[in-house]
């Protein structure tokens, strides 16, 4: 059966003297609660990914949030898959809405991307989710399958089996307005509609799909109760580590 994963996405926060404090103070409070079924994950800068892993050992984790879509040379400023997995990192963030945004992260990235992270034994966590325009113009269905099918259909029942998604409605990241439960359960069940048509039921029921937009100790526990909910990709709450904690014992 499918993974119940809480990861946190620290964005482009902390220094790495505020980043191994952080991951130390979450670490604690993980071993502390003894905390059983739920895979934890911690996103961080790639300068931080060596120092974190030292800090978190088995019990969590880790993840970068971008990779390179090469796999080496003349690429300045680039970080490889093979570089994140020397520190490691077991995880990688792909197609984030502000990668797709800011720095044009193009489907046909992605593609090289995810391929690049299973090749090197890295597990995407795959973003994707609509802007508030496609949803009050109720396209937001057709693009998150658009957005799905462009990024991974490509890959083979086995290799799609390895992927995380992540439904993160751009409306909802960082404003403070979340999905409802109810609209979180709707997508999350057309989500996996999709993958049943394309995969086969098996598969879609081994997939985990977590949501993410403004999720907070005050409404992890109401989202992961959805049936199709099986976690949350997180942001500003991952950066305090009693609410990321308290978003990791909402299930
Ligand atoms: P917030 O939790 O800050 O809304 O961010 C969500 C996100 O983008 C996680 O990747």
Request: charged share 25%; proline share 2%; hydrophobic share 40%.
């Amino acid at each position: 059966m499918r993974k119940k994963i809480v990861a946190g996405n620290w964005k482009m926060n902390n220094t790495i003297e505020e980043g191994i404090v952080l991951a130390g103070q979450i670490n604690d409070l993980v071993e502390k609660a003894g905390i059983n079924g739920v895979d934890v994950v911690i996103g961080t800068p790639f300068v931080h990914l060596t120092e974190v892993n030292k800090i978190v050992g088995d019990k969590i984790g880790v993840a970068a949030q971008n990779c390179a879509d090469e796999t080496s040379g003349a690429y300045t400023g680039e970080v490889s898959v093979s570089m994140i997995k020397s520190t490691g990192s077991k995880y990688v963030i792909l197609g984030h809405s502000e990668r797709r945004e800011y720095y044009n992260e193009t489907s046909e990235k992605l593609v090289k991307k995810v391929k690049l992270s299973l090749e090197s034994g890295l597990t995407p966590i795959f973003c994707f989710g609509e802007v508030l325009e496609e949803r009050q113009s109720e396209k937001h269905f057709d693009v998150v399958k658009g957005q799905i099918a462009d990024g991974l259909f490509n890959l083979s029942a086995e290799d799609f089996g390895k992927v995380v998604l992540a439904y993160e409605p751009v409306w909802a990241i960082g404003t403070g307005v979340t999905a409802s439960s109810d609209q979180a359960q709707e997508m999350h069940a057309f989500i996996r509609k999709t993958l049943i048509e394309k995969y086969g039921q098996e598969v879609a029921d081994n997939t985990s799909i977590l949501y993410g937009g403004s999720c907070k100790p005050s409404n992890a526990k109401e989202l992961f109760a959805n049936a199709d909910v099986d976690g949350g990709l997180i942001g500003g709450a991952s950066l305090q580590a009693e609410d990321f904690m308290g978003i990791i014992s909402a299930f």
